[in-house]
Nanobody
């Protein structure tokens, strides 16, 4: 079992940057591939970014490619999502997720076993 806690959300203006953190407890984070997802009311939870166990390989949704960066510090049991050039359409609740398989993170959202509670990001002028 692993428990995930997100932090760093807030209200920012278009064009601003924000860094989300996801800290794990219960098991060593290096055991898991990690991902970030986001969800707006009435819509499905969408994939944003993923990183493999080592941190050497990262993947992004087309909508955030070039603006968001996922990284991890296994020594701190923490995964980050650095968001820049934020747009109003980035407004959502952001969730971090953990699974032993990177493929599960990227393609099988319903099968992801571990989720954080979410953190709200609002981009508005």
């Amino acid at each position: 079992q692993v428990q995930l806690v997100e932090s760093g959300g807030g209200l920012v203006q278009p064009g601003d940057s924000l860094r989300l953190s996801c800290t794990a407890s219960g098991r060593t984070l290096s055991t898991y591939a990690m991902g970030w997802f986001r969800q707006t009311p009435g819509k499905e939870r969408d994939f944003v970014a993923a990183v493999d166990r080592s941190g050497d390989n990262t993947f992004y949704a087309n909508s955030v490619k070039g603006r968001f960066t996922i990284s991890r510090d296994n020594a701190k049991n923490t995964v980050y999502l650095q968001m820049s050039s934020l747009k109003p359409e980035d407004t959502a609740v952001y969730y971090c997720a953990a699974a032993t398989s990177l493929i599960t993170i990227m393609t099988a959202t319903p099968n992801i076993p571990y989720w954080g509670q979410g953190t709200q990001v609002t981009v508005s002028s």
